[in-house]
């Protein structure tokens, strides 16, 4: 069976379900679910849903990337609303009940959602921190894979970088950038399928 970049990017909603079963699975038996040992064993590795994540974000920003007459601002705009919005509607609620019930004013309610919680070394949402990072940095890093006759390398070279952010700095979820080197990973996947040419139908 052939792989193409088409096939694997019609079927990225179906792999992103089964990738939040398995991190709700494991959020499930972190915060004490009692099941049988075997069970919870099995929860355990549904942490492995949050770099399939990263990967298929990675893979189908490099996909999006390579079609024909890409306007780099308005490529920013869609991508970025598509996280954003659903952040803010999902998140805002949540939030905005810790405000009442702590005491915590505005000024707490917008630090948080702004991601700026996270970068300081308070508490906030990693993944969606992290991947905003990814998501600016991603046409660049496209274009020097795109570039490059070592793009294996390259990509192994912002994973040590990705582990260095992780010992240098401290932050709220530990190992946070180094999880997403799959993100890169996906994008080199992406490239080297079908010599990562250029699709217009999607």
Known sequence: MVISLET????????MGCA???????HAAANDVHLPSIMMSILGLGQIGV?????????GLFYSLSKDNVKIG?????RFLRIFVPYIIIYSPALLL?????????????????MLSFWFGDDGCWFISVLAVFYLIAPFWKSMLDKS???VLLTFSIACLLYLIDF???YPMAG?????????????????????GKNSDQ
Do not use: P
């Not at 694997?8 to 792999?15: D, G, P, W, Y």
């Not at 946070?176 to 990562?196: D, E, H, P, T, W």
């Open 98 to 114: 810790t405000c009442v019930d702590t005491g915590k004013g505005w000024h707490y309610f917008l630090y948080n959602l702004s």
């Open 176 to 196: 946070a950038f180094s999880q997403g080197l799959f993100f890169f990973v996906g994008m080199l996947v992406a490239k080297r399928i079908n010599g990562g």
């Open 20 to 26: 939040t079963i398995g991190v709700l699975a494991c």
């Open 51 to 59: 770099d399939i994540f990263f990967f298929l974000s990675g893979f």
């Open 168 to 170: 240098v700095y401290s």
């Open 74 to 78: 308005q490529w920013y705009r869609k």
């Open 8 to 15: 694997l990017s019609e079927n990225r909603k179906a792999l």
């Open 149 to 151: 006759k070592f793009s």
